[in-house]
């Protein structure tokens, strides 16, 4: 999925906060930065997750420092991998991003783990049990286990 979020060029921002002011959600924050604790200049920050790319920050500034971009909208999930997958898409608590609407069957993939493996597992979303095609969320933690043979 796409949103539109800000990009700022800062060589031209005056640091006047009007563009934080204007955000209707706060996801700008006015950032100090500088050197040996002397702070000279004061540059927006933005919270991506908090952004719902309205566009208003980009309209309120007076320097025309602000434009909208496209980007794709993502989310953190963290996975638990059956033992032999690719990690290198995990970071190292094991969460990755993925884009919003995924389902278990992107993570698969994410993780590289082959098909006629992925048919033997079963599958875990926040401790519940689930299908391939569950849609995942932002936070969700996603389980793979082998069946245990009893008898
Ligand atoms: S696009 Fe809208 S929500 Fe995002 S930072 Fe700008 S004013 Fe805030
Ligand atoms: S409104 Fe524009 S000039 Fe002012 S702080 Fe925001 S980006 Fe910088």
């Known amino acids: 999925m796409i949103k539109q979020q800000p990009v700022f060029d800062y060589l031209n921002c005056v ?6 002011q204007a955000c209707p959600v706060s996801a700008l924050e006015m950032k100090k930065e500088g050197k040996s604790g002397k702070y000279r200049n004061i540059f927006p920050e933005l919270l991506p997750g908090v952004c719902i790319g309205c566009g208003q920050c980009a309209a309120s500034c007076p320097m025309e420092v602000i434009r909208m971009e496209e980007v794709e909208r993502l989310m953190r999930v963290k996975i638990l991998p059956p033992h032999g997958s690719d990690r290198r898409a995990l970071d190292e608590r094991s969460w990755a991003e993925l884009p919003e609407g995924s389902t278990v069957r992107d993570v698969l993939k994410l993780i590289r783990c ?4 992925a048919r033997l597992l079963l599958v875990s979303v926040n401790g519940e049990r ?8 932002d936070g969700d933690v996603v389980g793979f286990f082998f069946p245990v043979s009893g008898g």
């Open 130 to 137: 689930c299908p391939l095609s569950r849609e995942l969320r």
């Open 15 to 20: 640091s006047c906060g009007i563009c934080a």
């Open 114 to 117: 082959n098909p006629a493996k």
